[in-house]
């Protein structure tokens, strides 16, 4: 059964940058989609992005995507979000997640649709 681990969170200062990685074990991603959430205490998960398993399609539902760039490395089984100019609102913790329908050319921003998720890595932008 596929496994995912996050790591790459922490505190950092208004501003600054910080990239998660997703690294995935007992399968391979090539051919899934991969989604990064984010959740507040309390608050509902949130699709910051997602990339599809071919083609490299993105989608940035949210207002992040002048600020956070999502990327995948098969060779590495591991996908990337590389967040810059992080807020203190960009406050969460962050879920990698997969999804093993053949969709391909696409990536969804329901979390719903995805089938495995990681346990999550907690970012804290504060001064």
């Known amino acids: 059964q596929l496994q995912l681990v996050e790591s790459g969170g922490g505190l950092v200062q208004p501003g600054g940058s910080l990239r998660l990685s997703c690294t995935a074990s007992?399968?391979?991603?090539?051919?899934?989609?991969i989604g990064w959430f984010r959740q507040v205490p309390g608050g509902v998960r949130q699709q910051v992005s997602c990339?599809?398993?071919?083609?490299?399609?993105?989608n940035y539902p949210g207002s992040m995507k002048d600020r956070f760039t999502i990327s995948r490395d098969n060779a590495k089984n591991t996908g990337y979000l590389q967040m810059n100019s992080l807020k203190p609102e960009d406050t969460a913790v962050y879920f990698c997640a997969v999804d093993v329908r053949p969709t391909y050319y696409f990536c969804s921003a329901y979390d719903d649709e995805y089938d495995y998720w990681g346990q999550g890595t907690q970012v804290t932008v504060s001064s």
């Open positions: 990339i599809s398993s071919k083609d490299g399609y993105t």
């Open positions: 007992e399968a391979s991603l090539d051919e899934y989609a």
